[in-house]
Antibody, heavy 119, light 109 residues
């Protein structure tokens, strides 16, 4: 069974940093591109970042470029999101999601981890 | 940047009725790169349709997708109680790589 489990969320002050993790199981993690998608409270979905299976291709939304860094460790079946210079507008539930086949169709999602940026 | 617009914002229907949800893109989108997701309160989104018209694994055949270019449609032929949720369309493009529509909420009339 495919499972994605996020962790690392919490309350952080504006300007602070946080590192999210996503532990994957039930599939060959190293064969799939992975993504982070976020959802502000009561709002819609916003794609944040993607990373290819071998980390060769990395992309970011303009809203996080220069502040967030996506990475992965295929040996540990884990995906990460390092978030720096956090702003109030980064407050959201952050989901990791698997790209089913390279067309950015997200076929499996984690349960999400809440990041709250507030003083 | 391709902007996706969904209509209506809210659709109030009764179980057993047909639901027709629209997703319009500001520029032409390859059908291969248009997907639909369902999200229920407190849950992660679930992939329903990819490639504009292909059902994802385990999705009932009452869900169907159609369209091309700038106009796409998700149809639920007969609403079941578990179908009341928010539906998002999503496209994959160049920059940004991925955009989602604002969502259509299907609620019980």
């Amino acid at each position: 069974e495919v499972q994605l489990v996020e962790s690392g969320g919490g309350l952080v002050k504006p300007g602070g940093s946080l590192r999210l993790s996503c532990a994957a199981s039930g599939f060959t993690f190293s064969s799939y591109s992975m993504n982070w998608v976020r959802q502000a409270p009561g709002k819609g979905l916003e794609w944040v970042s993607s990373i290819s299976s071998s980390s060769s291709y990395i992309y970011y939304a303009d809203s996080v470029k220069g502040r967030f860094t996506i990475s992965r460790d295929n040996a540990k079946n884990s995906l990460y999101l390092q978030m720096n210079s956090l702003r109030a507008e980064d407050t959201a539930v952050y989901y990791c999601a698997r790209d089913s086949g390279g067309n950015y169709n997200f076929d499996y999602w984690g349960q999400g981890t809440l990041v709250t940026v507030s003083s | 940047e391709i902007v996706l617009t969904q209509s209506p914002g809210t659709l109030s229907l009764s179980p057993g009725e047909r639901a027709t949800l629209s997703c319009r893109a500001s520029q032409s989108v390859s059908s291969s790169y248009l997907a639909w997701y369902q999200q229920k309160p407190g849950q992660a989104p679930r992939l329903l349709i990819y490639g504009a018209s292909s059902r994802a694994t385990g999705i009932p055949d009452r869900f169907s997708g159609s369209g091309s270019g700038t106009d796409f449609t998700l149809t639920i032929s007969r609403l079941e109680p578990e179908d009341f949720a928010v539906y998002y369309c999503q496209q994959y493009g160049s920059s940004p790589r991925v955009t989602f529509g604002p969502g259509t909420k299907v609620d019980i009339k």
